[in-house]
């Protein structure tokens, strides 16, 4: 499988109409003149936690811009009992293949 790595999480919060939601900046190598970010939806993402490597399917995936002007992802994944593991300060990949 092929990974590119897109965001280190800020935080994660599981709502409960909103559902498993995954926040954090987008890689720096992606910026406001270069948003070539994956478009995920129906796609898989990889989160790397420090013990293990969780897949999850995109349900919906939002940018924004901070302050500072560096982009922001938020990505809600469809439900999993994985994610309670996900820990702020692992790494999220796209799943290219």
């Known amino acids: 499988m092929c990974y590119t790595h897109i965001m280190q ?6 709502h409960k109409k909103l559902g498993c939601i ?3 900046g987008a890689d720096p ?3 406001l003149s ?3 970010i994956p478009y995920l939806v129906g796609k898989y993402i990889m989160v790397k936690t420090t ?3 969780l897949k999850f399917k995109v349900k919906k995936m ?3 811009t901070s302050i500072s002007g560096m982009l922001n992802i938020g990505i809600t994944i469809y439900e999993s ?3 309670n593991k996900i820990k702020a300060g692992d790494e ?3 799943v290219l293949d």
Not at 9 to 14: F, Q, R, V
């Open 51 to 53: 013990t293990e490597e």
């Open 29 to 31: 190598v992606f910026s």
């Open 34 to 36: 270069n948003t070539k």
């Open 22 to 24: 995954i926040v954090g």
């Open 62 to 64: 939002d940018l924004s």
């Open 81 to 83: 009992d994985d994610f």
């Open 9 to 14: 999480i800020g935080y994660s919060m599981n």
């Open 92 to 94: 999220v990949y796209a």
